[in-house]
Nanobody
């Protein structure tokens, strides 16, 4: 059974940092692309970042470039999203998702986690 479990969300002041984790199980993690997405209340889901385990390709949305860093630990089947210089507009539920293949960004993902809430206060 494919499982994706996000963790690391919370409440932080503007300018602060959080590190999100996406722990995967039930599939060959090193053959997949992992993406981070977010959805704020009343807004559409937005792609934040992705990483390709096979070739190391990464991609970032313009809104987070220079502030967020995605990384992967294949030995732990975990992808991290380090979020620095957080802004109130980063407040959202953050989801990770995976799709078999390589290269970023990807247009469709097959499996999704349940999400973790990130709240940035001003």
């Amino acid at each position: 059974e494919v499982q994706l479990v996000e963790s690391g969300g919370g409440l932080v002041q503007a300018g602060g940092s959080l590190r999100l984790s996406c722990e995967a199980s039930g599939f060959p993690f090193d053959e997949y692309v992992t993406g981070w997405f977010r959805q704020a209340p009343g807004k559409e889901r937005e792609g934040v970042s992705c990483i390709s385990s096979i070739d190391g390709t990464t991609h970032y949305a313009d809104s987070v470039k220079g502030r967020f860093t995605i990384s992967s630990d294949n030995a732990k089947n975990t992808v991290y999203l380090q979020m620095n210089s957080l802004k109130p507009e980063d407040t959202a539920v953050y989801y990770c998702a995976v799709v078999w293949g390589w290269g970023c960004p990807q247009t469709e993902y097959d499996y999704w986690g349940q999400g973790t809430q990130v709240t940035v206060s001003s």
